[in-house]
């Protein structure tokens, strides 16, 4: 007899509380508490109430005096509003990165380089312990909760010596990095004992969503605090003037699509075929329809296809700070024709844009620039579709392997290591090389997914969009300052685990650590193994820079930043 089929519900958010410990109280605290008290219930539906999103998207927080809240630099998924207390804004100078619970990466000298190859330890992972002894000018202290704060001991004579700003009961911050996934812009302190209510970004989104009034608070704030200095970082913008920059930003239209956690569906995703995926991918912008504005990708990635038959071919991707629907509007703007979009815009995982209305890029933008530099007139295609871009141009990777680095979400990297399985012959020199750079531990496993005869290895990618950054509770994994690069902090990180398991690359490793005899290193209140996070680091302290890539005899592998699609392409067709 054959038993009936398992019948399951699918888990939805509210499942599992962000906190399962809002009280009723604290829920009407927070609700009684601005801007939340100005909000009309009214027009959130059934399903997704006010007080419900407050219940299961929020969480209270308590800090105590000079405890860090937020780490400029520190990638973000939640927005905060002050309840009770005061807490500060560095505004200049910022924090020195020691204050912040993060190491700078000097270069080793010539000598301390060489010795490498005969002074590294015989045992694994093993640390000097006595740079985990505490800073005298920063600390660490579990909460009630256990969790792990980064604090200033002297909060008053640090905090004297910056330009601040005070945010008190009703004003909110974070909002911009909850909604984007970008990096925090400030630094902000407890300036006393401070309580906040914290905001997940599905709850921020819902209520910005179900509340007019909000959203443009919200809206209002990223056009004051961050939207000129988002549009200054862009070439097509950063010559023109303040008020061509305040006419634009006042007009700049802000958008969201796709799934903000990709991270955690990107593989499933990626078994799928073609069509299907394209299906999961909310269009942005479609081909042959008219260009109604200028979309810059404020964070996150999108595809860019256009039609080959009865399907799609990729022909690139954008990413932060990019631009799509410029050839087209400039023509229109200079040929006094009408052309419509030739590609389509695809949003992968979460994508955020601006879109910047038609109007205000021919009355601001187009004129302000020089007439040699605007893009060639479109070219209408006819004809074959799939001849519109050879794959032999200058700078074109392989339909094929495109697929391949979009799928995997490998545009994510910007130090991707790129093995050509037909050029490698297995002589481990690199996976030795990055041993001896690092006291005798790799820190790449040579396996991954591949292509053809291209594989792309496990090995920290140093992602554009890193989402193993967010939630280290003492800033421990952080950009190097200088490159950019995604390091650890050995001497800040607890071992909690987030940064391994929130890596959806599987490029982050925990590992027991051992003293210079070999003994393991225990905690004290624990009495547990001390755990560590490692991963690659780029060799960013070797003047040589990637050993891995240096010790390959035989030109098979390389480190590349994905989104130079000339350089790699370069490389895929050396001969």
């Known amino acids: 007899m054959v038993s009936a089929p398992v019948v399951l519900r699918r888990p939805r958010r509210w499942d599992t509380p962000w906190s399962a410990e809002m009280t009723d109280a604290e829920i009407d605290g927070v609700l009684a508490a601005r801007p939340l008290n100005a909000i009309s219930t009214s027009k959130f539906p059934p399903t997704t109430p006010l007080r419900d999103i407050i219940r299961n998207d929020s969480r ?116 911009i990095a909850a909604l984007a996934r970008t990096q925090r812009t400030a630094t902000i302190v407890a300036e006393t004992d401070v309580q906040l209510v914290e905001i997940r970004w599905q709850g921020f989104r819902d209520i910005r969503r179900w509340s007019e009034p909000f959203r443009q608070r919200v809206d209002n704030l990223y056009r004051e605090r961050s939207l000129k200095v988002h549009l200054r970082e862009t070439m097509l913008f950063r010559h023109l003037g303040e008020a061509a920059l305040d006419a634009i930003a006042a007009r700049t239209l802000f958008e969201s699509y796709g799934d903000f956690e990709w991270s955690a569906t990107y593989k499933k995703l990626a078994e799928m075929s073609a069509q299907e995926r394209l299906s999961e991918e909310p269009i942005i912008a479609e081909e042959d329809h008219y260009p109604d504005g200028l979309i810059l990708v404020r964070s996150g990635f999108a595809r860019v296809s256009e039609r080959v038959d009865h399907g799609e071919k990729t022909v690139g991707f954008l990413t932060k700070n990019d631009v799509f629907g410029l050839d087209e509007l400039s023509h229109n703007w200079r040929e006094r024709t009408q052309v419509s979009l030739q590609r389509s815009l695809r949003a992968l995982g979460h994508t955020d844009i601006l879109r910047i209305p038609t109007r205000i890029v021919e009355e601001y933008v187009l004129p302000s620039i020089p007439v040699e530099r605007l893009p060639r007139p479109v070219v209408v295609r006819t004809g074959a579709r799939s001849a519109w871009q050879a794959e032999t141009e200058p700078g074109a990777i392989n339909t094929g392997f495109m697929e391949f680095l979009v799928e995997n979400r490998f545009i994510n990297g910007t130090a991707t290591m790129v093995i050509d399985n037909d050029r490698c012959v297995r002589c481990d020199d690199c996976v030795r090389a990055c041993a001896e750079s690092h006291g005798n531990n790799p820190r790449f496993i040579r396996h991954g997914p591949s292509h053809g005869r291209y594989m792309v290895t496990n090995a920290c990618m140093h992602c554009a969009d890193p989402v193993c950054m967010i939630g280290c509770p003492t800033g421990a994994i952080h950009r190097d300052v200088d490159g950019g690069l995604v390091v650890i902090n050995d001497d800040t990180c607890v071992g909690c685990g987030t940064c391994a398991m929130s890596c959806p690359y599987d490029n982050i490793r925990m590992v027991e650590v051992r003293d210079k005899d070999g003994g393991f290193i225990f905690n004290e209140a624990t ?44 490389w895929l067709t050396r001969r």
């Open 60 to 175: 209270m927080q308590r800090f105590r005096r000079g405890d860090i809240v937020v780490r400029h630099g520190d990638y973000g998924n939640s927005a905060f509003v002050v309840i009770e207390g005061t807490v500060r804004v560095i505004v200049e100078p910022p924090l020195d990165d020691e204050l912040l619970g993060r190491r700078g990466s000097p270069k080793k000298g010539v000598f301390a380089a060489l010795s490498q190859l005969w002074a590294n330890p015989r045992h694994p992972e093993v640390r000097d312990v006595r740079r985990y002894q505490p800073d005298r000018a920063v600390g660490l202290r579990l909460t009630e909760r256990d969790e792990t704060r980064v604090f200033l001991h002297d909060v008053a004579e640090i905090l004297e010596r910056h330009q601040t700003v005070a945010l008190g009961p009703g004003e909110m911050f974070g909002e």
């Open 527 to 570: 009495n547990a193994p001390v755990i560590k996070a490692t991963k690659c680091d780029f060799c960013v302290d070797q003047l040589g820079g990637p050993a891995c890539q240096r010790a390959c005899p035989h030109d098979a592998l390389i480190r590349v930043d994905v989104r130079d699609q000339e350089r790699l392409a370069a």
